[in-house]
């Protein structure tokens, strides 16, 4: 085990040292990390490289938490989020080539019971377009109802009949995670194997990705965890629970870190292999990569490319000539980034344990344009740092003002008036309940999730949450009558863009 362990550290260490001959980015690049990692206040990161199939850079950066300040390497864990769905794409795109599914299958051919909002879209929508985020639907439109919350993946796919399309059926892209569990859920019906059985049974067991979580239940449980931390919620870095997304698992439950990564990126690079073993056929791999929506036709600059689109879990676009594969994850108090350019065989994932920055994309391309224009130097990450400082800074005003109105005027009705239990058609039920000057909001989809209504003035109510990834709002009474009250409810738009509408409908 030594002699294995030492023979694949100096393989490391060689390819290091060669890629470090021939790029001087790569070279510099714990330095040029340090400083910018500071600058987006991310506590700690992960990146690791694939070039020539070889890995030539796992390392960690700062720390897995702000107390202990436990070291991040290349071994810790972080939440990938919605890179989970690659893994997805790829095992229906397997099942597929193995002929036990077609990809064109009508959901209905396994869920007879299912439903969307337009029934023409129930007999038409097929596995693919659940894959491909063409239901009509809006990007994230769902997902407070669904995301952390206490709902089964059966009664996800049961509410989805709920969600009123915004545009017709496969004309748009409209990023839907509960579309990615339906689409896993596919599996079991076709297979009697439960998703995460099959994809670590068929993909991260024979890659090697031994520490790699498939469920994110308890992850506080789970060793050399980095903790998750975000700026999003008034400016400055606090922590935030973790995320519980097995009843959206397909979509986004996995957790992993770069070392392991790495191997996923080998073996996407070098055409399902990994080893000099074929772990998944290629056919499985081309099928995620063919576009089925497209995002965008007209060409952009830095990086020059013409066209975007989606397969099976993945973005495909150009990037300065060569096709580039790639995807983020966001997750609470994490995002991360994985980038393949099966051309130029290189591949770069990228973990941080802070939500609210860009430096995990930003530093993807700075890595990508080190190997593709080796004569300039990259500087993306240090550009974005000045947008970052100035959003944080108004984040930080903007609240701060909103806390300066708490109890600025009285309230003009007794605060008993908003007791009672008030319900939205997707969401289900929300409670409140007066305390003191005060509403105690109680969202019963979700474990454990409050909020507090503070009054301002003007009809406004300032709206803090339990768990403050959700944000710090002001939300009014659309109707604040004695005996018909509705409220619009926001959540942060990372999770959701939509104001829920909750009507009361009895004391």
């Not at 939440?79 to 959901?107: C, H, M, P, R």
Request: hydrophobic content about 35%.
């Amino acid at each position: 085990m030594k002699k294995k362990y030492f023979g694949l550290m100096a393989t490391v260490l060689t390819a290091t040292q060669l890629t470090a001959q021939t790029n001087k980015f790569i070279n510099k690049l714990d330095d040029y990390i340090e400083s910018v990692r500071l600058q987006y206040d991310v506590p700690g990161m992960a990146v690791a490289i694939v070039k020539n199939g070889q890995v030539v850079h796992a390392k960690g950066y700062g720390f897995t938490d702000t107390t202990k300040k436990e070291k991040v390497t290349a071994e810790t864990l972080f939440f990938v989020a919605s890179n989970t769905k690659l893994f997805t794409g790829t095992a229906l795109a397997w099942l597929d080539v193995q002929k036990k599914i077609s990809l064109d299958d009508k959901i209905t051919k396994y869920y007879p019971k299912f439903r969307l909002y337009d029934s023409a879209a129930t007999q038409l929508v097929t596995v693919r377009d659940m894959l491909t985020h063409r239901l009509g639907t809006k990007t994230f439109q769902g997902d407070f109802t669904f995301f952390d919350g206490n709902l089964s993946r059966q009664e996800i796919m049961y509410r989805m009949r709920l969600m009123k399309p915004s545009t017709p059926f496969r004309q748009n892209f409209g990023y839907c995670n509960s579309c990615y569990l339906t689409a896993g859920e596919i599996i079991p019906a076709a297979t009697g194997i439960p998703w995460e059985v099959f994809v670590y049974d068929s993909i991260l067991q024979p890659l090697g990705m031994k520490n790699t979580q498939v469920l994110s239940k308890n992850a506080d449980q789970f060793p050399h965890i980095a903790k998750p931390y975000t700026t999003a919620c008034d400016g400055s870095l606090q922590q935030v629970p973790y995320d519980e997304w097995d009843n959206l698992a397909p979509a986004a439950s996995i957790v992993s870190n770069v070392s392991e990564m790495a191997n996923w990126l080998q073996c996407q690079i070098d055409s399902g292999k990994w080893q000099g073993k074929q772990v998944i056929p290629w056919r499985a791999i081309q099928k995620t990569r063919d576009v089925v929506t497209i995002l965008r036709s007209r060409k952009i600059t830095d990086p020059v490319s013409h066209f975007m689109g989606y397969g099976l879990g993945a973005f495909v676009q150009d990037y300065d000539g060569k096709t580039y594969i790639h995807h983020t994850g966001g997750a609470s108090g994490m995002v991360s980034s994985v980038g393949i350019l099966p051309e130029e065989k290189l591949g770069v994932v990228i973990l941080t344990n802070q939500d609210n920055q860009g430096l995990f994309v930003s530093l993807t391309e700075d890595i990508i344009d080190s190997y593709l224009h080796p004569d300039k130097t990259p500087n993306k990450s240090v550009e974005g740092v000045a947008d970052y400082i100035a959003t944080k800074k108004k984040t930080k005003d903007d609240i701060a003002a909103l806390q300066k109105r708490i109890h600025a005027q009285p309230n003009p009705r007794n605060i008993k008036e908003y007791e009672g239990a008030y319900i939205h058609p997707l969401y289900g039920i929300m409670t409140m309940k007066p305390q003191g000057n005060d509403v105690l909001l109680t969202f019963k989809s979700h474990k454990n999730l409050t909020a507090t209504l503070q009054y301002m003035s003007d009809g406004e109510w300032l709206l803090s949450y339990s768990n403050p990834v959700m944000g710090i709002h002001a939300v009014k009474f659309l109707k604040d009558e004695l005996n018909d009250k509705t409220i619009g409810i926001k959540v942060a738009d990372f999770i959701e863009y939509d104001v829920y509408e909750f009507k009361k409908y009895y004391e």
